[in-house]
């Protein structure tokens, strides 16, 4: 699978030599924290965000279309990004359903946890309305504020778990994951996939100097799929599972200009 994954990347930054001349590059790095909206805990509660978050890198490469002199306003303000990389997420219960008078339903859900790792590949279309390309590529220091848009194929691998044993007994596992969902036995699976997200973001390029960029950027990607952290209770009986898996990823990463 990751063999594919990776040829797949590759063919999408094949660029042929004779299209070079017209043609602008960057390759770089991202990183940063994870922060995961999952069923695990209490959506829309500070403890289940920070609790239930993770780790992501990745590898980018820009494409644009300004390498020559001024050109028209698509090639001087819009960038192709093509991207791999990869995120690892840990997840437990937080909020008010583990919260107050102890009970046997919370300690179950205590004892629960989860982990995901996510290899994804895709590309966005980055845009600033804001400052041409050529400007900002000219001036050392200064700022290129974007927005961005884009497509994801992620494989994924979770894992659901309980410190009092196997999930799937009565005596380990909350009676609402019992229940079969979405075509699966339980509201809970260990399993690897793949699915499709849809990403949007909005950061900065700051001109290091001629030749290097740092990026800061926040990003919010929503995968077409409940299944991502391994739990998915079944919608007609619990309202409250009414969205799919989705995270937000704060990078800081950095950008080096290719020559030809």
Do not use: C
């Amino acid at each position: 699978m990751f063999k594919q994954i990776a040829l797949t990347f590759f063919a999408i930054l094949g660029i042929t030599t004779t299209t070079n001349a017209q043609l602008a590059h960057e390759i770089g790095v991202i990183f940063g924290p994870v922060t995961f909206q999952s069923d695990y805990g209490q959506r829309h509660d500070f403890s289940t965000n920070v609790g239930n978050a993770g780790f992501g890198i990745g590898v980018i490469h820009y494409l644009n279309f300004s390498s020559g002199s001024y050109g028209g306003y698509f090639n001087e303000h819009f960038k192709i990004r093509s991207e791999i990389s990869f995120n690892k997420l840990n997840f437990q219960h937080f909020g008010k359903w583990i919260e107050g008078k102890p009970s046997v339903t919370k300690e179950k859900l205590k004892a629960m946890s989860g982990k995901t790792t996510l290899l994804n590949i895709g590309s966005q279309l980055e845009f600033s309305p804001f400052i041409p390309i050529h400007d900002f590529e000219n001036h050392v220091g200064s700022l290129y504020p974007y927005f961005t848009l884009g497509v994801m194929a992620s494989y994924y691998n979770t894992e659901a778990n309980s410190s009092l044993g196997p999930l799937g007994l009565v005596s380990t596992t909350p009676d609402k994951y019992l229940i079969p969902s979405d075509g699966h036995q339980y509201g809970f699976s260990t399993e690897s996939g793949v699915t499709i997200s849809a990403l949007l973001g909005v950061g900065v390029h700051y001109k290091l100097n001629e030749m290097n960029d740092l990026i800061f950027e926040v990003r919010y990607q929503a995968f077409n799929s409940d299944w991502i952290d391994g739990l998915n209770t079944n919608r007609d009986l619990y309202k409250e599972n009414k969205s799919n898996d989705s995270q937000v990823w704060f990078n800081l990463g950095y950008s080096h200009y290719l020559e030809f």
